[in-house]
């Protein structure tokens, strides 16, 4: 007799989670939700730019009503800090005059944007609410490679890829004059990291080059607002430690020539008294721990994320 490989720990995640829409200066507020992904507001002087969308159109209006209690001034601008697509596909509600994003996040939605956003909707259907409301694939209508600067009036907003960690095209907002940063997945607070697409050894460096920026404030991908330095630290830290700790367990389990459901269990038995108590612990593992195991071994860039791939790893994950 077959057995059905049990569903990913998120399908059957189907409570609401609060929202908290926090003021971190006049032109800076943090959208979060209890550890479901998180949306950045930059008030300018003549525009406003969302940094991130929600996942669909209809879970953005109440982005859009929130922004709305605090200025009437345009959304203008999108900022999408990667790819994946629980934090673009509701782009199109802002209806913004420009989408922007890095080089690197165009050239992987062209690569992979598609296969993930099957993939996504299948694993996290509650993040998806109205998926019907999505219009497709969001696509930047601005690139840039490195670093860009916009003027909201006289507010400096800093784009810039600090490098890859999460994805290879993650992007972050600075605000240099108040030290505020957007940092998007690259930092989580009190949520586990997904790093199914992520660059193990080059993330911690990435974690650095914020840390040098010295924020004193910072919106997590995931997780709640960071509004003290010392919060700021904390999350840093976090996301530092869990990264390197699932690499070093995954590493390990390689060179002894254990096989990936054999690493995953080790893996997951070593992290969960530190980090199960993190969102989406359950969720993240097998993901994290197949991509570090790929990037160990012989895949130095993230193969493309499909929803047989995540079936077929599901299942010899449990066989």
Avoid at 66 to 80: C, F, G, H, Q, W
Avoid at 252 to 278: E, F, N, S, V
Wanted: charged content about 25%.
């Amino acid at each position: 007799m077959t057995q059905t490989p049990k569903a990913f720990a998120s399908q059957a995640d189907l409570q609401e989670k609060k929202v908290t829409f926090t003021k971190l200066s006049d032109n800076a507020y943090a959208y979060t939700a209890e550890g479901d992904p998180n949306t950045g507001v930059i008030v300018g002087d003549d525009a406003v730019m969302v940094v991130d969308t929600q996942a669909t159109p209809l879970m953005a209006q109440d982005v859009i009503r929130r922004i709305r209690e605090v200025t009437d001034k345009p959304i203008k601008y999108v900022l999408m800090s990667h790819y994946h697509a629980v934090r673009v596909l509701g782009a199109s509600a802002y209806q913004p005059q420009q989408i922007i994003a890095s080089q690197d996040t165009y050239d992987l939605i062209v690569e992979r944007g598609a296969q993930d956003m099957k993939s996504e909707i299948e694993r996290f259907p509650r993040l998806f609410r109205a998926v019907e409301t999505i219009p497709g694939l969001t696509w930047p209508t601005m690139t840039f490679k490195g670093e860009m600067t916009l003027w909201l009036g006289k507010l400096e907003v800093k784009l810039m890829q600090l490098g890859r960690g999460h994805t290879k095209g993650d992007t972050v907002a600075w605000l240099p004059q108040q030290k505020i940063l957007f940092s998007g997945d690259l930092v989580e607070f009190d949520a586990t990291p997904y790093a199914g697409d992520a660059y193990f050894k080059d993330w911690p460096a990435t974690l650095d080059r914020i840390a040098a920026l010295q924020p004193s404030a910072l919106v997590p991908g995931r997780g709640a607002a960071l509004t003290t330095p010392d919060m700021v630290q904390a999350g840093l830290a976090g996301t530092r430690a869990f990264v390197s700790d699932l690499y070093a367990s995954v590493k390990a389990g390689a060179a002894a020539g254990k096989d990936l459901r054999h690493i995953y269990k080790d893996t997951h038995a070593a992290l969960k008294p530190k980090y199960g108590h993190w969102v989406i612990f359950d969720h993240c593992m097998p993901f994290d721990v197949t991509r570090a195991l790929d990037e160990a071994t012989q895949h130095p860039d993230p193969r493309i994320w499909t929803a047989e791939r995540d079936k077929a790893m599901w299942e010899s994950l449990e066989s």
